[in-house]
Structures are given as structure tokens and as C-alpha cells.
């Protein structure tokens, strides 16, 4: 516990990983009570005020059907943070399996899952989400699998370098003379090595995700009306941007506030991962399991995850 403990105390004292914990929590929670918090539903229509802004009534105004543009965002952000968050951990759990594989094995395996790593790598984002989205659809899960495929390759890149470290180190050759076979290995002893790095690279994804959904949805091929969600909210309200509202004027809420919200949560998510990376140094897991003497393992901290010490002591 002693590594986890160390680990906390370097993430409380980082202030932007705590405001952007902070930040991150409120919306989670804004967006899951929000009928707690305001009276209106997100169908809802105010006839009466329609492109109304931001008053008492309407904090955040009205739409051109007079939907409540702050009840939808909230609602909006339960898609958005939920696909964020899904399709962040999706790509990390498929490049830690790539990543960890290729690494442990090496070889003409190790070569040819990078060099596919590196044919992903070298494809454009945007064009391929968006020949993805028209060939899968535009539904949540497939928005989802579509950002999880082409996500996953800088997770892949940063296990593989590590675990071509860790298979070098004494407790996995320990665990060989012991009799491990290779899977055991990888589980058991590999794998709960790579958990911090793994988590600061889903922390950091999930903000790229927030960002490609937001672009599908608002390029129309994400998230589809009249479910809400941040990209397709700023989707509609292009047509309004340059005052295409008549006699409405320019109703600058529509674009203004889901923006905001996206610049929010990018930059809470981002906030937290600085601070996971800070805290996670992979130099100090990587010295800790060097076996490079006790002296040096007590001036890193004692960064030695638990399952490391454990597998080390059972193979010896």
C-alpha cells in the first residue's frame, strides 16, 4: 500500500488536479441530478420565449423551440461524458492487451504489431471517424466502438516500451525459474505494474474522446438529435452564429455555453491526468523494480506496487 499511499500524497498537494477533480465531479454530478436542480424537462418548450437569453427563468436561455438550453446541456453531458469515459477506457484496455503482448513477446510479433501501431498512427483522425461513422452509424455504441478502434495506439506505444523494461527485471525472471508459465506471468506479475501507467493514459484519453464525439456530432454524423449532447447542440446552433435568427438576433447562448462546457471538461480531465502523471512517475515504478538496492528504493519512496513485491517474494 505503501506505493498507492505515495501516490495520494504527491495528487493532493498537485492544485490542478484537484480543482480539475473538482470540476470534473460537479459536472458528473450537475449532469446526473439535474432534475433535482432545475423544474424543467429536456423536452420541455416555453413557447413564449423562444431564443429567450439568459434570464432568472432561463440561466442559460432558450432554443428555437424554447427548450431550456441549460437543462439540455446537462443532459447533453451525460452523453458526452459518458462516451468519453467509455470509449477512453475501451482504448486503453485494447493497447494495454496489444502493447503488453508485443512488448513480453518481441520478435517478429513485437515488429508486426508496430508496425500496424505505426500504419494507425500515420492514418487522419477526423476523415477515417467520419468514413467509420457513415459505414457503422451514428448510434451511442457505435460512436463508442468507432473512438475506441482508432484510439488505442499511443496507450499500445507507452506499455510496450514499458513492458520491455519489466521483462528484463529480476522478480519476472525470479517468476520463470519458479516455474510461471507465460500467461501467469503477463497477469499476475506484468500487469499490475502497468495499472498507473495505463490509468493516466485512459485519464488523458478521455478528454480526447469528449473532443471527437463533439466533432462527429457536430460535423452530424455523431450523436443524433433530438438526443441532446454538446457537439450536436453546437450543430444546431450554426445556423445562428451569424445572426441567422431574423428577428430573433443572434442568439449567442446557443453557442457560448456548450462550448464552455466542453472547454470545461477537457480541461478538468486534462488538469487530472497532469496531476496522475506527476504523482505516477513511470521513471520511479521503472527504478523501483530495477532491484537496485535498498538504498535506492528507500530515496524513490518505496514506489514498488504491492503485486510487485508480492510476486517478487513468491517467486524467490
Known amino acids: 500500500m505503501s506505493y498507492w499511499v505515495g501516490v495520494w500524497k504527491r495528487l493532493r498537494h498537485h492544485k490542478l488536479a484537484v480543482a480539475g477533480f473538482a470540476m470534473f465531479v460537479t459536472l458528473v454530478l450537475a449532469s446526473a441530478f439535474v432534475p433535482l436542480i432545475s423544474p424543467y424537462g429536456v423536452e ?56 503488453l503482448v508485443s512488448g513480453f513477446a518481441g520478435g517478429w510479433v513485437d515488429s508486426l504489431l508496430m508496425r500496424f501501431t505505426d500504419m494507425m498512427l500515420s492514418v487522419p483522425t477526423i476523415p477515417v471517424l467520419l468514413i467509420g461513422a457513415m459505414f457503422l452509424g451514428s448510434g451511442l455504441t457505435n460512436i463508442i466502438i468507432i473512438l475506441a478502434i482508432f484510439g488505442w495506439m499511443s496507450t499500445a506505444r507507452l506499455v510496450r516500451g514499458v513492458t520491455l523494461s519489466l521483462r528484463e527485471q529480476p522478480f519476472v525472471e525470479a517468476a520463470r525459474a519458479a516455474g510461471a508459465g507465460t500467461l501467469r506471468i503477463l497477469v499476475r506479475h506484468m500487469l499490475p505494474n502497468l495499472i498507473p501507467i495505463v490509468i493516466v493514459a485512459a485519464t488523458l484519453g478521455v478528454s480526447s474522446a469528449i473532443l471527437a464525439e463533439s466533432a462527429l456530432s457536430y460535423l452530424g454524423l455523431g450523436i443524433q438529435p433530438p438526443t441532446p449532447s454538446w457537439g450536436n447542440m453546437l450543430q444546431r446552433a450554426m445556423d445562428y452564429i451569424l445572426g441567422a435568427g431574423g428577428d430573433y438576433g443572434q442568439p449567442w447562448w446557443l453557442t457560448v455555453f456548450p462550448g464552455l462546457f466542453i472547454l470545461l471538461a477537457v480541461l478538468s480531465v486534462n488538469f487530472m491526468g497532469d496531476g496522475l502523471r506527476d504523482a505516477i512517475d513511470p521513471r520511479l515504478v521503472l527504478g523501483s523494480q530495477a532491484g537496485s538496492g535498498a538504498s535506492a528504493a528507500d530515496e524513490r519512496g518505496s514506489t514498488m506496487s504491492p503485486q510487485a513485491a508480492n510476486a517478487a517474494g513468491k517467486a524467490d
Do not use: K, N, Q
Not at 75 to 86: D, E, K, M, N, T
Open 44 to 99: 420541455d418548450m416555453d413557447l413564449e420565449s423562444l431564443f429567450a437569453p439568459p434570464s432568472r427563468a432561463h440561466p442559460f436561455g432558450t432554443d428555437e423551440l424554447g427548450h431550456d438550453v441549460f437543462v439540455r446541456i446537462m443532459y447533453g453531458g451525460r452523453i458526452s461524458l459518458f462516451v468519453g469515459i467509455a470509449a477512453a477506457t475501451s482504448s486503453a484496455l485494447l493497447g494495454t492487451a496489444i502493447g
